[in-house]
């Protein structure tokens, strides 16, 4: 594992006036940690609870790691029952809350300032670029954080300009985009599938220069992922996809054909990096071979691409609810009611 899991890491979980310790400072009024401390128990066992839920949804996602795990186990291979990657584990999850945590901080700056950030996820199948980009996406705002990842391009997209199509999808002032597979297609799986003509894929790397040079020039920020994993994982991944009847739908011919195209693939994606690494605009990439480690240094990597600061904002006071004397619940009427199928556990 490439995280140091030793690391003392300052946790960015607290509230402002927190030193690295825990620490408040004396001379604030009452903050958010005195009000939910083990004094006030109610207060406190509802914050934990609230805390514990959003642990889970990502324990529940974690659910798919522990299916491509088990997978591995069946297999022969014993490195995810080591003590080293059970204290990983733990790390992880600690980790990802604590940049979750900064990603909402740059979200926030992004829409104060009007930033425009394109981020593209490209690579491998099966590379865990979709992983990593529910996790981004996990804790933000959809209507300032948006995913794009579009079809096959329909007979009449296949006439028009060719980058035509991604451009009403681009961010506008205040906006982050992540784009699962981009206008890069064309350098990969239509070059290989030959879905494109030799020209076509000349033409573009002719034109993909000028393209992303006029979109860093109008003011957005380009950062460009390659996910790269080796033969041996992808081949696991597919087998878990095989097996696991939640990932089976991501299973397409075109992941079938790219295992038995590996090589070809290999070329079309060095040529890509050796035409398309422009100072303006340059690839970086994840090693992938490990989901979480990919997840956090990408996380991480992104967050140290943008200038963002913490917004300052003023306290958030909660206003009391108003009663009123003749104020009469309707009771819900039976037949609306969803049922409680889970009564019984």
């Not at 140091?4 to 009024?29: F, I, M, R, V």
């Not at 509802?46 to 186990?73: A, G, T």
């Not at 491998?124 to 529910?134: E, H, L, N, Q, T």
């Not at 038995?260 to 990096?273: Q, S």
Request: hydrophobic content about 35%; aromatic content about 12%; proline content about 5%.
């Amino acid at each position: 594992m490439c995280a140091n899991t030793n690391s003392q890491t300052p946790s960015d979980d607290q509230p402002d006036g927190a030193d690295s310790q825990g620490n408040l400072d004396d001379k604030k009024p009452e903050t958010i940690k005195d009000y939910y401390s083990e004094k006030n128990h109610e207060a406190y066992k509802k914050l934990h609870s609230e805390i514990m839920d959003d642990l889970e949804e990502e324990m529940e996602l974690d659910l798919e790691d522990l299916f491509d795990e088990q997978v591995k186990r069946d297999g022969g291979r014993t490195d995810f029952d080591t003590e080293d990657y059970k204290r990983f584990r733990r790390f992880y999850f600690k980790e990802l809350r604590r940049l979750q945590i900064e990603l909402v901080r740059m979200q926030d700056w992004v829409q104060e300032t009007g930033y425009k950030l394109a981020v593209i996820f490209e690579g491998r199948d099966a590379a865990g670029k979709g992983g990593v980009i529910k996790r981004f996406m996990q804790r933000l705002n959809p209507r300032i954080c948006r995913t794009v990842a579009l079809p096959a391009p329909s007979d009449r997209e296949k006439t028009q300009w060719y980058f035509q199509r991604y451009v009403p999808h681009l961010p506008a002032g205040g906006e982050i985009v992540l784009f699962d597979r981009s206008w890069y297609n064309r350098a990969g799986v239509e070059s290989v599938m030959g879905f494109a003509t030799p020209e076509q894929v000349d033409q573009f790397f002719n034109d993909v220069p000028l393209f992303e040079q006029l979109l860093v020039n109008s003011g957005i920020k380009l950062v460009k992922y390659w996910f790269s994993i080796e033969d041996e994982e992808q081949e696991w991944r597919f087998q878990s996809r095989i097996l696991d009847p939640l990932k089976q739908w991501k299973l397409s011919p075109m992941d079938l054909e790219s295992r038995i195209r590996w090589e070809d693939y290999t070329k079309a994606k060095e040529l890509n990096f050796q035409m398309t690494n422009f100072p303006y605009a340059r690839w970086n990439v994840v090693q992938a071979n490990d989901k979480k480690t990919a997840r956090l240094n990408c996380i991480r990597h992104l967050l140290s691409q943008v200038p963002y600061k913490q917004i300052e904002h003023e306290k958030i006071v909660l206003p009391s609810r108003v009663h009123h004397e003749d104020y009469v619940r309707t009771p819900v009427p039976d037949e609306m009611k969803v049922p409680n199928y889970y009564t019984d556990i």
